[in-house]
């Protein structure tokens, strides 16, 4: 099997299932209660806690443990729309965004809220003056993602975070795909608010976290017990939250070697896509997007046609986020780029990781040549094509 799906989720690391474990058997008494086996269990979350805080630059009292992305997405966006109803109730994000940032907004506009969602130009990317151009006087907080989930574009944070903080508005960004993959200092790029999940940087499933900015003061997500200081009521999944710190303290030592490999991959695979295989384009920026990410459209073929033929050669790829896997709907982050609906029906996402080799990618577009070649031979769109006398 080749796996280029590291996007929707990685495998667990070795050394991190190897952490987790003595938390499922040996020490697994509650991190609340007062005796040595309970201490034992809070002490290796607050490891944890200051491990996942040194990778962006934070304290520990900083970070807040969630069962995801997910759910600290729908935290940050929530609760900081919440405290500053009474100052106003306008949010600024991107049409490009996470739907857990997306269905959260709609839920809050459902509630007296306005939101803006902003375009992006061709490649993904937001221009930080048509966000200064959408603030009003009642904007109380922005969103935008560090790096799209589905083309790999890195945003222009560290510019919406001045902004943000010049105008007196909370900035968060859903760092979910960038944690552990790029660098990031919160302190530097002005972030009050951050999203980040284990799953994604080789940690276990069912575990993420929100970075709040010291001084913020947001209401607490689940009410109950006083655990994550009285912001996350419910007893800490210590073996999940042992392996998310893990996992970051794995990321930070590998996260510039890593980088460069997987750059390495990722273009050679591009490049011998756009060689091979003609009337594909490459979608999100060339050179701004995570090392692992190439999100390609082939013209004349259904995307999800191609899948399925790619995983009966053993190949796992996706066609964009995991989260709409089972929808029929065209990604909303290529339309909203300008794809039109045939071409955003053929993109394929492709996330490498580090154990991916040279000679994987050169089988993978030999796959992708056979089964493009005949897709496009059952299309009649491409028959269209090539009659018309465009296809040459």
Excluded at 22 to 34: D, L, V
Aim: proline letters at 4%.
């Amino acid at each position: 099997m080749i796996y280029l799906d590291n996007a929707a989720t990685t495998k667990t690391a070795p050394e991190v299932v190897e952490a987790m474990l003595p938390f499922f058997g040996e020490i697994y008494g509650n991190p609340s209660a007062i005796y040595s086996m309970g201490s034992a269990g809070k002490k290796a979350v607050n490891t944890a806690r200051r491990s996942i805080a040194s990778v962006i630059g934070a304290k520990q009292e900083e970070i807040y443990f969630t069962a995801g992305g997910t759910e600290a997405d729908n935290w940050a966006l929530k609760a900081a729309a919440e405290a500053c109803r009474k100052k106003g109730r306008h949010i600024i994000t991107t049409k490009i965004e996470h739907h857990a940032v997306l269905h959260t907004c709609r839920y809050l506009e459902e509630n007296g809220f306005a939101v803006t969602y902003l375009d992006v130009d061709g490649e993904g990317l937001v221009d930080p003056e048509m966000l200064k151009a959408a603030i009003r006087p009642d904007t109380v907080l922005i969103s935008v993602m560090f790096a799209n989930n589905e083309i790999g574009t890195l945003e222009p944070v560290g510019e919406i975070g001045a902004i943000a903080r010049e105008r007196g508005i909370l900035f968060h960004t859903d760092a979910v795909q960038a944690f552990g993959q790029v660098p990031i200092d919160v302190e530097a790029l002005k972030i009050d608010m951050l999203s980040a999940s284990a799953h994604k940087l080789n940690g276990p499933k069912g575990v993420g976290m929100l970075y709040v900015r010291s001084g913020l003061k947001l209401g607490p997500f689940v009410h109950g017990g006083a655990q994550e200081r009285n912001r996350r009521a419910g007893t800490e999944n210590v073996p999940a939250i042992v392996g998310f710190g893990a996992a970051a303290a794995r990321a930070a030592a590998r996260m510039e070697e890593k980088g460069r490999k997987e750059r390495e991959l990722r273009d050679y695979l591009i490049r011998k896509i756009e060689e091979q295989i003609p009337y594909c384009r490459l979608n999100g920026h060339r050179e701004k997007r995570l090392p692992g990410n190439a999100n390609i459209s082939f013209r004349f073929i259904e995307g999800e046609s191609l899948l399925i033929m790619l995983d009966m050669r053993g190949i796992c790829a996706s066609s964009g986020s995991a989260c709409t896997s089972g929808s029929l709907d065209p990604s909303h982050v290529l339309l909203a780029m300008g794809l039109e609906h045939e071409e955003a029906h053929g993109s394929l996402r492709m996330t490498l990781s580090e154990e991916n080799t040279r000679e994987e990618m050169d089988e993978v577009v030999e796959a992708l040549k056979a089964i493009v070649t005949r897709l496009r031979e059952m299309s009649p769109l491409y028959e269209d094509f090539v009659k018309s006398g465009k296809g040459a």
